[in-house]
């Protein structure tokens, strides 16, 4: 699977599941636009790391209205255009319902809500509508098993992402005519930086169990599944949600 010429926003690519996304993509031909909110070092290091010329380094904050556009149209300068979006970038915050005094419980859905479905709804709109007038593109979100079997100590992440599949499929619909295809990954837990406390943690075995392969995704595997919707997925896929949770959530 090759992306000789592509180019491919990854918002969220400073580390974890991003930063192995435009890795990858731009292992495999694509010039990308490494997005980040506030983590300007690992930025830098993932946008120093990737293979190829012709990459970009784009700072925004998804959770405030206008960063979005701002966001695609900066990429789309620096890369010459715009052929895939990946929609990675996303909070989560601890907020159970007994143990959240109210103020903190209305912090954690606004946040949550602004930067994980309403900025991937944004990147969404303006990168659809550029897509659209230059012969199509790729619109990948990264959604998450919780939006399946639920979050009770982060529900706004659990609602969030359900939005996502939600959006994705509605978009799909929507865009299918102008040649715009659209995706959504739902990993379950991945090893990555922000995962590795639980990973290490007193329920860390508890967590790999929940797989019958004994383990968690790698953050490569999930790139590995985005590549495939970013280059050689058939059109019929369009809005499809793509389970890679290692069978530790199977929904009928």
Do not use: C
Not at 55 to 79: M, N
Not at 177 to 196: I, R, S, Y
Request: aromatic content about 4%.
């Amino acid at each position: 699977m090759t992306l000789d010429g592509a180019t491919a926003l990854v918002t969220g690519s400073s580390r974890g599941i991003g930063r192995a996304i435009a890795m990858l993509l731009a292992e495999r031909g694509a010039r990308v636009a490494v997005h980040y909110n506030s983590d300007a070092r690992a930025a830098e290091h993932t946008h120093a790391s990737l293979q190829g010329d012709g990459h970009t380094l784009v700072q925004a904050d998804l959770g405030r209205a206008g960063e979005a556009r701002r966001l695609v149209e900066r990429s789309i300068e620096a890369l010459g255009g715009l052929s895939v979006a990946i929609n990675n970038a996303g909070v989560y915050l601890l907020h159970p319902v007994e143990a959240t005094p109210a103020d903190q419980w209305v912090e954690a859905w606004d946040r949550t809500l602004a930067v994980n479905l309403l900025g991937a709804a944004h990147v969404s709109y303006w990168a659809a509508r550029k897509m659209a007038g230059r012969g199509g593109g790729r619109i990948i979100n990264i959604s998450s098993r919780g939006a399946f079997r639920g979050e009770p100590d982060a529900p706004a992440y659990g609602a969030s992402k359900a939005g996502i599949n939600a959006m994705s499929q509605s978009l799909a619909k929507a865009l299918a005519g102008k040649e715009v295809l659209v995706f959504a990954v739902a990993p379950g837990w991945v090893e990555t930086d922000m995962a590795l406390p639980h990973l290490q943690g007193k329920d860390g075995d508890a967590i790999r169990r929940q797989s019958p392969l004994g383990r968690v995704a790698t953050a490569e595997e999930i790139a590995e599944v985005v590549l495939f919707l970013a280059s050689s997925a058939p059109a019929a896929m369009t809005g499809a949600i793509v389970d890679v949770n290692g069978a530790s959530y199977l929904r009928t």
